[in-house]
């Protein structure tokens, strides 16, 4: 019973904590890394990347992945 109340009280608030952080620190940067990599002559502006949260419960919801990669001929 204490480890349980332990874990709920300590423990997931600080790995909820952390988990956003590194989520908000990854899906403000993604996009221009993404852009970067994919820059050349097919696409001169890169790709477009970005995440989302499929539920704003980390514990019960999926981390998404978009991208695209748009090519334009000139």
């Avoid at 019960?60 to 748009?70: D, E, M, N, P, V």
Wanted: glycine share 6%.
């Amino acid at each position: 019973m204490f480890l349980r109340g332990n874990l709920k009280s300590n423990v997931f608030p600080r790995s909820t904590e952390l988990f956003n952080k590194a989520y908000n620190h990854i899906s403000e940067r993604i996009d221009q890394v993404y852009k970067d990599l994919t820059k050349g002559k097919a696409a001169p502006m890169g790709g477009v990347a970005y995440l989302s949260l499929e539920d704003n419960e980390v514990w019960t919801g999926r981390c998404q992945w978009h991208i695209a990669l748009f090519s334009f001929l000139l």
